[in-house]
C-alpha cells in the first residue's frame, strides 16, 4: 500500500527565511511518480512539481528546489526566501498503479 | 477551457438524505478521482476510476459510491449521509500520470 508522511504540522518562519517541507514515502511499486501541490487560504489545490522515480536529479525552479532520494524514501521541498504568499498548506503526494496518495499537509506561516 | 468542474460548492443535507455530487473534466483525462479533506487529515482518497468503465476503492470508500459515467463525468453518491460525513469534497483528473487538476471543492454539511 502507498503512504505519504509529513511530520511536520505547522511551521512558522519569518518572511525571506527559507523554509523545507520534510516528505517519506513508500510503495512497492518500482515506477511512480512524487508531487508537491500548495493549498492557499482560499482552498484551492495548487500543482508545483513532479518528479517520477527514476530521476533522482534534483532541481531548483525560481524560490522552489526539492531533493529526491530514493535511498531513504523521500523528497524534501523548499522555498527559498520565503514571501507572505506563500503561507499556504503543501502536501506531498505519490502516484503508483493509478493511485494518488497525499500526505496530512504542512501548514506554512510566513510572519511579515 | 473549465477544467474540473464540481457541482454543487455547498450543501447542507439532513443525516439519512442522499445527494450526488457531480464531476466532469473536459481535458480528456483517463483518470478520476475523489477525495474529502477533514482538518489535519490531509486529503484522502474515496475512489478512483482509472479509464471510462473502471472504478476502485481508495482509502475510505465505505458510505460512498461512484459512477464513471463516461470519460467526462464522474459522480460520487452518498446514499444515507451521516454527520462524519461533513467535509470538503475534490474531484480531480489526470492524464498518464502527469499532474492532477483539481476541481474547486465541495463543502459538505450533514445536520
Known amino acids: 500500500a502507498q503512504k505519504v508522511t509529513q511530520a511536520q504540522t505547522e511551521i512558522s518562519v519569518v518572511e525571506k527565511e527559507d523554509v523545507t517541507l520534510d516528505c517519506v514515502y513508500e510503495?512497492?511499486?518500482?515506477?511512480?511518480?512524487l508531487f508537491w501541490y500548495k493549498q492557499p487560504p482560499s482552498g484551492e489545490l495548487v500543482f508545483l512539481i513532479r518528479r517520477n522515480s527514476f530521476d533522482e536529479q534534483n532541481e531548483i525552479s525560481g524560490r522552489y528546489s526539492w531533493n529526491f532520494q530514493k535511498s531513504t524514501s523521500s523528497f524534501n521541498f523548499t522555498i527559498t526566501a520565503s514571501q507572505v504568499v506563500d503561507s499556504a498548506v503543501y502536501f506531498c503526494?505519490?502516484?503508483?498503479?493509478?493511485?494518488?496518495?497525499f500526505g496530512k499537509g504542512n501548514q506554512v506561516v510566513v510572519i511579515p | 477551457n473549465a477544467g474540473v468542474t464540481q457541482t454543487p460548492k455547498f450543501q447542507v443535507l439532513k443525516t439519512g438524505q442522499s445527494m450526488t455530487l457531480q464531476c466532469a473534466q473536459d481535458?480528456?483525462?483517463?483518470?478520476m478521482y475523489w477525495y474529502r479533506q477533514d482538518p489535519g487529515m490531509g486529503l484522502r482518497l474515496i475512489y478512483y476510476s482509472a479509464s471510462e468503465g473502471t472504478t476502485d476503492k481508495g482509502e475510505v470508500p465505505n458510505g460512498y459510491n461512484v459512477s464513471r459515467l463516461n470519460k467526462r463525468e464522474f459522480s460520487l453518491r452518498l446514499e444515507s449521509a451521516a454527520p462524519s460525513q461533513t467535509s470538503v469534497y475534490f474531484c480531480a483528473s489526470s492524464y498518464d500520470r502527469a499532474e492532477a487538476f483539481f476541481g474547486q471543492g465541495t463543502r459538505l454539511t450533514v445536520v
Open positions: 481535458m480528456n483525462h483517463n483518470s
Open positions: 503526494a505519490l502516484e503508483g498503479n493509478n493511485r494518488l496518495a
Open positions: 510503495t512497492r511499486d518500482t515506477t511512480y511518480y
